[in-house]
């Protein structure tokens, strides 16, 4: 690897993930399940207040970060006498915010003084959150969350614009620890309800056999066509991003079967490994169940998670659609041929197998649109799980198996409580600081009043802010910056907002910091950079889905039924033209002028109006017509 990916790696990598054994590993593993349990009680049926229920969830998971994650890269089997220390300490902070929760909730911000306990344990949380953020997420975000920190407490000395007044280290703590708009506020609240019972959904869902399930079901279906298994990438970690929610848990777990299988006949690494990347990024973008960011916004933005979850129907599928279509393309190009006819499972004998790990999404979806909320939606949906795997010896599950389900969930949801933490701090910081209206001032100095180039600032903005970020903390930081210039541009707030998280799921393969990419890198035994570039390309459809349906609100279903399936139809069309023009072959090879001929008559059936867009239909039948007759 050269010298940049490698300082790349480094700065970016976060602690090893220990394989504990012995005692350690029991009493780690008890903390972890004690934890998992307390969060489904305290979200489902507990009447403790939501500020007492999120103290409690990230103290355990505080706790869980310095056990479970080294501080360095070095492989190691027991934690540190000095891990058990911070962990000891992340449990006495969470005990001392707990019995204080009521004073906390009625106290008056920055009238009421704080007491020397109160300043105490409040510095001691955040100095353990840095700690726990930098392990468990990485220097990147670290680092971004203390240049925040750094213009907090020295804005003042700054001109202009962005100067604010005078804020000293009490003030800070007051507002971002005493308060529920700082650490303890939306981002981790959301996490210790609604993400984690989805995280343990899925975990449940994986542990009765429920991913190999979905990935034999996406290879009975396209395994024998050419691109074969990477058509089985592309919906296999889809299918299972749906209910991860982690671009980088999926590449890990799908494409550990899918990489190897493509390398093996015949596909560059590289290739193999941006196919998995595309495909498992996706996966947060796909309802039911999508990811913790989506979650957020809900409770963010006010709209209710199914709204949101039926809003992102269509535009989910015109991610895939590209990619699906640019696979295929590239297999007929080369002559990449699929699996042989005893390697693909047989699709009746796969469904009759596995047909009952349908019924948990069903149950999911149901529940969302009938009016449930994702905590008791996600609850069913583990229910729904736990009965059917009942139906089959090979399914059933023991008490072994359960106990490693509430350990597993817990552990997945390290990362994910690291990466919220980062953002209650950054966001009591922008309430403290009045950044968010700064930030607006500043695209509007850029952009002017036009809308299209404020939605171009605001998508590159937001790619910029996940690099090297999880997805959760990207949407976070892009809906507290830009969303009010979105918003005071007359876009709705759905779809606003709707942009932005496909932007910052988008940002897990976006170079150079494409963390998905140093996931499937390791599997590929490619260069993680090359895989990012590849993937970037394989997707390059799916960059414009966001543009199209910030124009176009029928395709995310606001709309008469009419203009909903046009606007879909025209958007599939523009798409299918725009992967033509990216792999420069439709029937026989297409030549430059033509694929950038191509490419112009599909970005115009984007447009929002089907009368204008459907003249590039007329425009692009010639050149159809006559590659049709080379092939």
Known sequence: MNLPMSFLSIEFDTGHRRQLVGLPKTLSELLAAVVTVWVVYSASVSKMDVLSITISFYAGMLALSFLFVSPTIKKETSPLLFDWALSILAILSGIYF??????????????????????????LIVLLTFEAMRRSVGLGLTVIVLAFITYNLFGHLLTGAFSHGYIDLEHFLDVSILTTDGLFGVP???????????????????????????????????????????????????????????????????????IPIMKRLGYQARFAGAVEVAASTGGSLLPPVMGAAAFIMAEYTGIAYREIALAA???????????????????????????TAHEIPPFFQTLSQGWLFILPLIAISYSLIDGYTPSFSAIYGIITVLFVSLFKHTTRL?????????????????PVAGACAAAGLVIGGITMTGLASKFS??????????????????????????LGMPTPSAYILAAVLISPVLIGLQIPVLSAHLFLFYFAVMSALTPPVAVAAYAASALANANPLEIALSAVKI???????????????????????????????????????????????????IKTWQSWYIAFCG?????????????????????????????
Request: proline share 4%.
């Open 539 to 589: 997707s390059l459809g799916a960059f414009i889905v966001p543009f199209a349906f910030l124009f176009n609100p029928p395709l995310i279903l606001v709309g008469s039924l009419s203009d909903i399936v046009i606007a879909f139809t025209f958007a599939s069309g523009g798409l299918a033209l725009i992967s033509i023009a990216v792999e420069r072959y439709f029937w026989s090879e």
């Open 603 to 631: 970005i115009g059936m984007l447009l929002p109006d089907w009368r204008f867009a459907s003249m590039f239909i007329v425009l692009i039948a010639p050149i159809s017509i006559s590659l049709y007759k080379k092939k």
């Open 441 to 466: 001032y500043l695209v509007f100095i850029i952009a002017g009043d036009s809308v299209y180039l404020s939605v171009i600032v605001a998508a590159a903005v937001t790619l910029l802010l996940g």
């Open 188 to 258: 981790l609240r959301v996490a210790g309800t609604y993400a984690f019972l989805f995280v343990l959904f899925g975990t449940t869902l994986e542990r009765c056999g429920g991913s190999e399930f979905f990935f034999n079901l996406a290879a009975s279906l396209t395994g024998r066509s050419p691109g074969g298994p990477a058509k089985i990438a592309v919906i296999s970690s889809g299918l299972y991003g749906t209910i991860s929610g982690s671009p980088t848990s999926d590449v890990v777990t799908t494409g550990a079967i899918t």
């Open 398 to 414: 023991n008490i072994t198996d359960l106990y490693q389900i509430l350990v597993t969930a817990a552990i997945r949801m390290v």
């Open 313 to 339: 129907l269509i535009p989910a599928f015109l991610y895939y659609l590209p990619i699906y279509l640019q696979v295929h393309l590239r297999a007929k190009k080369t002559g990449l041929q699929g699996l």
């Open 98 to 123: 707990l019995w204080n929760s009521d004073v906390i909730a009625q106290r008056i911000t920055l009238f009421d003084p704080l007491t020397q306990y109160d300043l105490t344990f409040s510095s």
